[in-house]
């Protein structure tokens, strides 16, 4: 009865992850639409710059709050509580009323932050996106209300609809594109800006119906009852401890990519874009296979190790291991030989020029380096968040961060947007190598030394054979 009980679980794990993977499919999928109708639309501009500068900042705290920093960092502690109410909504308003008050300051002074975004702009470039970074700068105080929900909700194990969620911002986005695509590019910057708000309001109604469905608001209503409650301080003070490393050390991609905006206003006009549109085609299998997998398996992975049940929660990697290795395996030799009919499949019409093609295709090859290193970091580092090392971690990140700017400074003028990715990759390295060997490098060579690698090796190679003459095929038919 306990090995049906056990094969039922996995299973039912698998289809959580089978689930989140398809929400987070057709998230991104309406992604790379509102994508390739903005690239039509603004090509790669001083407007579509200036949008994706004032969308930057609002849109790092989304991934690093959405794409489980701000879970890995509270799940553990919420857990551990005696008195889980009165915890989660302490937290809640904390982090809500800051957010609310930094978000008023950046409405009234948006120079100051815009100027911090684009140090290489004008003073005049500054003026135009400083009104943009105030509206969209909004988002960040929506978003952190979808992640503190969604949390919730992945505690009862239900991750569905924080996955299909983001299609929402997409799809208003979408519908702004489509009303206002014949306007000028200020107007139509104008309008993606308020798209976003208006998205980000419609996530959060939809995460407050699931909780409503889970009787979830019940937690939250007690929690707000008995708040002055003095047998929560010392597990605040906690997950204080535990919040800022947590941030850092499961953020390296999105403040690399942060870093790299900055940058990037030193170098050409449309340098921004071929970042973002690149960054989003790589963000494309690294959301669907690594952060699909690891938001299914880390309230797993949290319990276990709270209950002492080591070997569960390591069998559970091993299992996951293979599964990520190989479909991101496959998509990062994916991405660098099919990158060129990629890029002029989804962008290349309008006002996005066969130039900017092969600008975005350079920058993507060396995004998709990096794309199994940071799928598998993300996945090992499970047990550093699970296990309460969030400082390790944060060490961990700063090593990796530390080598992808230096990389960015080295490489940028010799290579241009196209060495700004490339040195995010060699950062991805630096963190999976030193996040093994945190986690421990004998569970992985005991993981590496099954007949899987030579499998892997070899069907990696049959693909490459593959793919490379598709590639060649392709070519000759759109060039």
Do not use: C
Not at 179 to 184: F, Q, S, T
Not at 332 to 355: D, N, Q, Y
Request: glycine content about 6%.
């Amino acid at each position: 009865m306990l090995k049906y009980r056990k094969i039922i679980k996995n299973i039912m794990r698998l289809k959580s992850i089978f689930t989140n993977s398809f929400g987070i499919l057709f998230s991104r999928v309406t992604g790379l639409g509102r994508d390739v109708l903005m690239a039509s639309a603004l090509g790669a501009s001083i407007w579509s710059d200036m949008f994706f500068v004032a969308f930057k900042l609002p849109n790092l705290f989304r991934r690093i709050f959405a794409e489980g920093a701000f879970t890995q960092a509270f799940m553990p502690s919420f857990i551990a509580s005696r008195h889980k109410g009165v915890f989660a909504t302490a937290i809640f308003l904390r982090f809500l009323l800051f957010l609310m008050a930094f978000s008023l300051l950046i409405t009234f002074f948006p120079e100051p932050i815009t100027k911090l975004l684009a140090w290489g702009w004008s003073s005049e470039q500054i003026g135009q996106t400083a009104p943009l970074t105030a509206i969209n700068f909004w988002y960040l105080d929506l978003i952190f209300i979808v992640t503190f929900l969604a949390t919730l909700l992945q505690y009862k194990e239900h991750f569905v609809t924080t996955a299909m969620s983001t299609a929402l911002l997409n799809i208003s986005m979408i519908a702004a594109l489509y009303l206002y695509m014949k306007e000028d590019p200020k107007s139509v910057a104008y309008a993606l800006s308020f798209a976003v708000l208006i998205g980000g309001t419609l996530q959060v109604l939809v995460h407050l119906i699931a909780l409503q469905k889970f009787n979830l608001h019940k937690l939250l209503l007690g929690g707000w009852k008995y708040r002055k409650n003095k047998d929560v301080e010392e597990e605040k003070k906690h997950f204080q401890s535990l919040f800022l490393p947590g941030i850092l050390g499961n953020s390296t991609p999105q403040i690399s990519a942060f870093i790299d905006t900055i940058l990037a206003t030193f170098l050409m006009t449309g340098s921004v874009s071929f970042l973002f549109y690149a960054n989003r085609v790589f963000q494309l299998p690294l959301a669907i296979i690594a952060i699909a997998t690891a938001t299914v398996l880390f309230p797993a992975v949290s319990k276990a190790l709270k209950n002492g049940q080591e070997e569960v929660a390591y069998s559970n990697l091993n299992k996951a291991f293979w599964l990520l290795t190989f479909l991101l395996g496959a998509a990062m030799l994916g991405g660098i030989l099919l990158a060129e009919p990629i890029v002029w499949l989804l962008f290349e019409r309008g006002k996005f020029t066969s130039i900017q093609t092969l600008e975005t295709v350079t920058v993507l090859q060396m995004y998709m380096i990096g794309l199994l290193p940071f799928g598998l970091a993300k996945l090992f580092s499970l047990f550093l968040y699970a296990s309460h090392r969030h400082l390790k971690a944060a060490k961990i990140a700063v090593y990796s961060l530390i080598t992808s700017v230096t990389f960015s400074l080295i490489l940028m003028h010799p290579m241009g947007a196209s060495g700004l990715a490339l040195a995010g990759s060699i950062g991805g390295w630096v963190l999976f190598i030193f996040t093994i060997r945190e986690v421990g490098t004998e569970r992985f060579l005991e993981i590496i030394k099954s007949k899987r690698s030579l499998y892997f090796v070899i069907m990696m190679l049959i693909f490459s054979f593959v793919i490379y003459f598709m590639n060649q095929w392709i070519l000759t038919i759109i060039r």
